[in-house]
């Protein structure tokens, strides 16, 4: 049963820090890897999508990379600022079974101005 | 573009009455869609996913049903609600195929009293 784990579960920095948020899964059958950014009391907004045939993406501030073989995501946030505060989801989509994505309990992340 | 549409943004029920969350997607034909569920303080757990019209798949029993009378509407209802129904409800959607992203909701926040 693929499970997912983040860690820390929260992280407070000063604003200017570069910073990583780990994504960890159990099972590397997957098709692909999605970090995701959530607001207090707002739904999920998409930031990076890693294929599984993939080692790394990047969006502006955001790079994301993918090891597969030992079940490992980690989200890499340049120049944190205070904006970039919220709690960060990693979800995975495996190979086994139906289109449904598991998700980790996420990271929250406060960054201090 | 896509967009999705989830309604109401918080609801308070009481406990007994009945219950009907609705989701509808615009800009793309035969989405998968999703319902997951947040509890305070744990991850996102699949409720009910679909591949079509009338197809449900309920991932965890419980007093919650979904349907889908359209191909881009997604309903989550129930009869007699429970205290431990509280949550952030959310609603998702992909595009058919396995490898792509999941797009989210602005989600429900529903208080059962």
């Known amino acids: 049963k693929q499970e997912v784990t983040q860690i820390p579960a929260a992280l407070s920095v000063p604003e200017g820090e570069n910073l990583v948020l780990n994504c960890s899964f159990t099972?590397?059958?997957?098709?692909?890897l999605q970090w995701f950014r959530q607001d207090p009391g707002k739904g999920l907004t998409s930031l990076l999508l890693i294929q599984s045939s993939q080692r790394e993406q990047t969006s502006g501030r955001l790079n994301a990379s993918l090891d597969k073989s030992s079940g490992r995501s980690t989200l890499y946030i340049a120049a944190s600022q205070p904006g970039d505060s919220a709690t960060y989801l990693c979800?995975?989509?495996?190979?086994?079974?139906?289109?449904?994505?598991?998700f980790g309990t996420g990271t929250r992340l406060k960054v201090l101005a | 573009s896509q967009t999705i549409h989830q309604w109401p943004a918080t609801l308070v029920q009481p406990v007994g009455s009945p219950l009907s969350l609705e989701c509808t997607v615009e800009?793309?034909?035969?989405?998968?869609l999703y319902w997951y569920r947040q509890a305070a303080g744990r991850g996102l757990q699949l409720l009910f996913y679909s591949v079509g019209i009338g197809q449900i798949s309920s991932e965890v029993p419980q007093n919650l049903s979904a349907s889908r009378p359209q191909d881009r509407q997604f309903i989550l209802s129930s009869k007699k609600l429970l205290l431990s129904d509280s949550g952030f409800y959310l609603c998702?959607?992909?595009?058919?195929?396995?490898?792509?992203?999941?797009?989210f909701g602005q989600g429900t926040r529903l208080t059962v009293v």
């Open positions: 800009g793309t034909s035969n989405p998968n």
């Open positions: 979800a995975v989509r495996p190979t086994a079974g139906t289109y449904k994505y598991i």
């Open positions: 998702a959607w992909s595009w058919a195929k396995e490898n792509t992203e999941a797009f």
């Open positions: 099972d590397s059958a997957i098709y692909n």
